[in-house]
C-alpha cells in the first residue's frame, strides 16, 4: 500500500500535515506522538522580527468552529532557526515554515534565509486577515500575488515552495493560476474566513482584535468547494484545509482534488488529531483494497458535465 504523495520536490510519506499556527513548531505535541508520523509539521508562522500578535482575548469558540486573532505572534527568524528548527529535525517529517513579511522584500529575505537554513518547504501566507498591514493584500489582487511569488522564487533554491492562498480572494482559480504561474510548487487552501462574535450582555465584542479568522468544522463546505476549484485550475499539487476534523473528512478533501491535506483547529480539540487521520487514511485504504492514496486524488464522481 503506497501513501506517499509528491508536492513538488517534496516527497511526503503520507498526505498528512499540520496547518501553520495549529501546532506550534511541534513540540507541545512531540509529547503525545511520534512527529515522525506525519507527512510534514507545517510550523507557526514566522516574521524578520518577532511579533507581540494582538490584545487579548485571541481566541473563541463559536457553536461550529473557532474564531482567532492571534496577530501571527511568532519569536522571529532568529530564534526560530536556533531554537525552533533543531527541535523538529530530530524527527523523519518534511519541516515547512510559514512565512509572512508586509513587503515583498520583507518575504523575500525571509525565504531566502530558511530556503539557506534547508526547509524542506516554504509556504507563503499571503492571506492572514489579522494584521492591518500585509497579508490579505496580495490575495486580493493577482497581479501583486504573481508579481511577490516571482520575487520569492528566484531566491528559493532548494525547499519546495507552496503559496497560502485565503478564502477571501475575489476568485479562488485565478489566486492559484497567478501563483503557479510565477513558480509556485504547490498552492494551500484555504485560511480562515474572517469572522466575528459578541457579548450581547457586555455589548462588546469577544475579541480584542474585535475581529478575528474562522476556522474548523464551519468552513468545511466553503474549503472543500475551493479546494475543488483550484484542483481543477492548476496542474500543480493543492494541498487542502479547512475543517477537517477526521479521516472522513481529510478523504473528501483528497477527492475533491488535494494531494495533501493538513489538520489545524482538530489539534486543538484532540492533540493526536493529526496522527489519527494518518491512520484513519491507512485504514480506509485497506478496507476499500486502494493500492496508492494518489488514485484517490481528484476522483470524485461528478455527473454535472459543467462542473
Ligand atoms: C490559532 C490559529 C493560528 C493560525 N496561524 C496561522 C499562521 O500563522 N499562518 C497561516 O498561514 N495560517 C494560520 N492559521 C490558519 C490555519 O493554518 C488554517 O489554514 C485554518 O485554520 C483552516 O484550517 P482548520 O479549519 O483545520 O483550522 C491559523 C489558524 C488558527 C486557528
Request: with cysteine; aromatic share 4%.
Amino acid at each position: 500500500m503506497n501513501t506517499a504523495v509528491s508536492i513538488g520536490k517534496l516527497r511526503l510519506k503520507n498526505p498528512v500535515m499540520t496547518a501553520s499556527g495549529t501546532f506550534g513548531y511541534g513540540e507541545e505535541y512531540a509529547e503525545f506522538y511520534d512527529l515522525g508520523r506525519l507527512g510534514a509539521v507545517v510550523m507557526k508562522g514566522i516574521s524578520l522580527r518577532p511579533m507581540q500578535g494582538n490584545p487579548a482575548p485571541r481566541i473563541w469558540e463559536t457553536p461550529c468552529g473557532m474564531l482567532n486573532a492571534i496577530g501571527l505572534q511568532n519569536v522571529g527568524l532568529k530564534s526560530f532557526l536556533k531554537e525552533k528548527l533543531p527541535f523538529i529535525r530530530q524527527f523523519d517529517t518534511a519541516a515547512v515554515a510559514n512565512v509572512l513579511g508586509s513587503t515583498p522584500a520583507e518575504y523575500v529575505k525571509l525565504a531566502r534565509a530558511l530556503d539557506e537554513a534547508g526547509l524542506d518547504g516554504i509556504e507563503l501566507n499571503v492571506s492572514c486577515p489579522n494584521v492591518s498591514r500585509g497579508g490579505m493584500a496580495f490575495c486580493a489582487n493577482t497581479r501583486m500575488l504573481g508579481s511577490l511569488v516571482g520575487k520569492v522564487r528566484a531566491a528559493v533554491k532548494g525547499a519546495t515552495l507552496i503559496v497560502k492562498l485565503s478564502p477571501s480572494a475575489p476568485d479562488i482559480k485565478a489566486a492559484a493560476r497567478a501563483a503557479e504561474d510565477a513558480g509556485a510548487e504547490a498552492v494551500s487552501l484555504i485560511n480562515t474566513l474572517p469572522g466575528m462574535a459578541m457579548d450581547l450582555e457586555k455589548r462588546r465584542p469577544v475579541l480584542g482584535n474585535v475581529v478575528g479568522g474562522l476556522s474548523g468544522p464551519a468552513i468545511k463546505p466553503v474549503a472543500l468547494r475551493m479546494v475543488w476549484e483550484a484542483a481543477g485550475a492548476v496542474s500543480v499539487p493543492v494541498i487542502g484545509m479547512g475543517g477537517i476534523m477526521n479521516a472522513r473528512d481529510a478523504l473528501e478533501f483528497i477527492l475533491a482534488g488535494a494531494r495533501a491535506v493538513a489538520v489545524g483547529t482538530a489539534n486543538f480539540v484532540t492533540p493526536t488529531a493529526a496522527v489519527d487521520v494518518v491512520e484513519g487514511i491507512e485504514s480506509y485504504m485497506r478496507d476499500k483494497g486502494i493500492e496508492d492514496i494518489n488514485d484517490l486524488v481528484g476522483g470524485l464522481l461528478v455527473d454535472n458535465p459543467d462542473h
